[in-house]
């Protein structure tokens, strides 16, 4: 058996007494009571033998172990030995068996090898045989291959060579033998019926072919009889066109034409264009319809190759030629006739402007004077011409020894007369446009107020989002979420009404600008909407900016919630342990511990004498216990209802 350790050996009996003693004493010691200067020499005589008995007892212990130790170390040794002993016999007995297991596998691999060396020299012998028959083997199947190639006219010819081959060959076979003469009679059959496939097959196509030629043939027939159809078509197309040229003739030449004339030329050019094009448009039409059929026309045995969609793209191009010489002749007829048109109407109102110089010309000598001038002018614009313009025209327009303007100079005096009507109407228009830019001037300044003020706004909003940033900054750092969950959450609700006071500049600053967005004066709209977009640009980033500070306090705020949780469970866990200290050392139980936080008995706590308690109750050595504001915020924690108290029940 092993020996027991001092720890393992069970303790002397003689501890109890003397632990009951210091319990005994122990216990007088809290309970206070007094005792005279004997009983104290007596328990200082007591705890001494204990002492003297404590410490013999332990020498005892120590000796023991020591001769326990030492009687173990010399049976190990004596095991070690006789261990050693029954090792080296077991290596010897087993030195002796492999050697004999060694001779008995040498033998073995002799035999083995002289078995494998016999085994080879037999495969050896079998290979060459099976390789002479291989190669018999090989030259019948490529006799038999060239034979399964063969066309109809060297059926024969390759038969007789297979046949010659396999009288060679076939008996060396060997064991192959009889499965050669199967594939032989297999590879015939399947050639003789391969044969009259072929020529079954032959004579199909040879059918097929008549018939596709038959096919062609009117195929070709109905192509040339379409391209007739179109040749008919394609010069009543063309003879209208030449038509259309005829017709415009009239517009090639420099001759002046009245409007009448232009008219009934541009109508007939008109009429054979139409023509002209409702014949290129069948045609076009013709050759979508047909073209599939024409150009569907094959190469014939027998016949030279097919012209029929040559001669389509001819007529193409010639139904395309009709067309553009159409187009162009009508286009250039209509600016021609604009041109001749425009040249007429001149004409035309050139000779019924001089009808109001006839007029006005009243001793009619050809020529108006001054006084006949300045008559023109009323009668005609209701304009009195200024002197200064009257002698203006007579210097520029009237010849030396003429007695006024002739007809030639006529067109010039009425601009120089409605030069003159534009200064006047300038002067007024002048006088017009001072008072509106004094006006539009009234209006812009205070248009420019209410601008000044919405961006006053604007600049207010950019502060109290610099301000909420500000707050907002300082809650990322580790110096923020080091404070306790009350102290963070002043700061989050600090931060959140920087916030709010930001989010409301704003506002108030979108009102404004969206104020601003008014009906106004044309004249001030441009600039409106300048100052407009410049204040609305800067109002962009200042949401982005309180949404992100917004974020960043919800965020502190989330942190400040779960260190509340993480403190109010550890004032609860503190507080139970001073709860129960308090208990233990004034040695009293549920009731009366009970009582230290409702002396009243109303079956109910108040926050009060909850927070008193811990301020005054017994803590254990070393410990601070819970603070006025971290018990009244466990107290909250417990009043889980908010009633104000807690029950008798739930503590």
Same mark, same amino acid.
């Given at each position: 058996?092993?020996? =027991? ?56 212990? =120590? ?229 599939? =059929? ?358």
């Amino acid at each position: 058996m092993a020996a =027991q350790t001092p720890a393992q050996r069970p303790q002397p009996q003689v501890q109890r007494p003397a632990q009951q003693q210091q319990q005994a004493w122990g216990q007088q010691q809290a309970n206070g009571q007094q005792g005279n200067w004997q009983e104290q020499q007596r328990l200082n005589q007591q705890r001494q033998q204990l002492e003297q008995l404590k410490q013999k007892q332990q020498n005892e212990n =120590q000796q023991r172990a020591q001769q326990m130790r030492q009687q173990q170390m010399v049976d190990q040794q004596a095991q070690m030995q006789a261990n050693k002993a029954r090792l080296e016999e077991a290596n010897q007995h087993r030195l002796a068996e492999q050697r004999q297991k060694m001779e008995q596998m040498k033998a073995q691999q002799q035999q083995l090898i002289q078995k494998r060396a016999e085994e080879q020299k037999k495969r050896e012998e079998e290979v060459a045989l099976k390789q002479k028959e291989q190669i018999s083997v090989l030259a019948v199947r490529r006799a038999m291959q060239t034979f399964r190639a063969s066309m109809p006219e060297k059926f024969d010819e390759n038969k007789q060579a297979m046949d010659e081959v396999i009288a060679q060959e076939l008996e060396k076979c060997g064991s192959q033998k009889e499965r050669m003469e199967a594939e032989i009679q297999q590879a015939i059959e399947q050639t003789k019926q391969r044969i009259e496939q072929m020529a079954e097959m032959k004579k199909k196509q040879e059918e097929a072919k008549a018939a596709e030629n038959e096919r062609r043939i009117g195929v070709k027939a109905k192509a040339v009889e379409l391209l007739a159809d179109l040749e008919k078509m394609v010069a009543k197309a063309e003879t209208a066109g030449k038509g259309v040229v005829e017709e415009a003739d009239p517009f090639s030449g420099d001759k002046d034409m009245k409007i009448d004339e232009i008219d009934a030329c541009s109508s007939a050019v008109e009429e054979a264009g139409k023509e002209a094009t409702e014949l290129t448009t069948a045609c076009t039409e013709f050759i979508v319809k047909e073209s599939p =059929q024409i150009k569907a026309v094959l190469p014939i045995e027998g016949e030279d190759p097919p012209t029929c969609q040559a001669d389509l793209q001819k007529l193409v191009a010639r139904v395309n030629e009709v067309r553009t010489t159409t187009q162009k002749t009508v286009g250039k007829c209509a600016v021609e006739k604009t041109k001749r048109t425009k040249k007429a109407h001149a004409k035309t109102k050139y000779e019924k402007g001089l009808t109001s110089f006839k007029k006005f010309d009243s001793d009619k000598d050809g020529k108006l004077s001054r006084r006949e001038i300045q008559a023109f002018s009323k009668g005609e614009y209701g304009f009195s011409v200024p002197p200064e313009t009257l002698d203006s025209i007579v210097n520029h327009l009237v010849t030396e020894g003429a007695k006024g303007v002739e007809k030639d100079n006529f067109h010039r005096m009425k601009i120089m007369i409605g030069i003159a009507r534009e200064v006047g109407i300038d002067a007024k228009r002048k006088v017009a446009r001072e008072a509106r830019d004094k006006e539009i001037a009234d209006l812009k300044e205070k248009l420019q107020k209410k601008i000044t003020k919405a961006s006053d706004l604007v600049t207010a909003a950019i502060e109290g989002a610099t301000k909420a940033e500000k707050e907002a900054h300082p809650l990322n750092g580790a110096e923020a979420k080091a404070l306790k969950s009350t102290e963070m959450l002043t700061k989050a609700d600090e931060t959140d009404s920087a916030i709010e006071e930001a989010k409301t500049s704003l506002t108030t600053a979108k009102d404004a600008i969206t104020a601003l967005n008014t009906e106004t004066e044309p004249e001030l709209k441009g600039f409106l909407a300048s100052e407009i977009r410049k204040l609305e640009n800067q109002c962009k980033p200042i949401e982005g900016r309180n949404t992100k500070a917004a974020a960043i306090s919800a965020k502190f705020r989330a942190d400040a919630a779960k260190k509340n949780n993480s403190e109010l469970e550890k004032f609860r866990v503190d507080g139970l342990a001073l709860i129960f200290h308090h208990q233990g050392a004034k040695k009293l139980d549920h009731e009366g511990l009970y009582l230290e936080f409702d002396k009243k008995k109303s079956d109910k706590i108040q926050e009060s004498p909850f927070v008193k308690f811990f301020k005054t109750c017994e803590k254990p050595e070393g410990s601070e216990g819970l603070s006025e504001d971290d018990a009244s915020r466990l107290f909250n924690f417990l009043d889980e209802d908010d009633q104000g108290f807690i029950s008798k029940e739930h503590f």
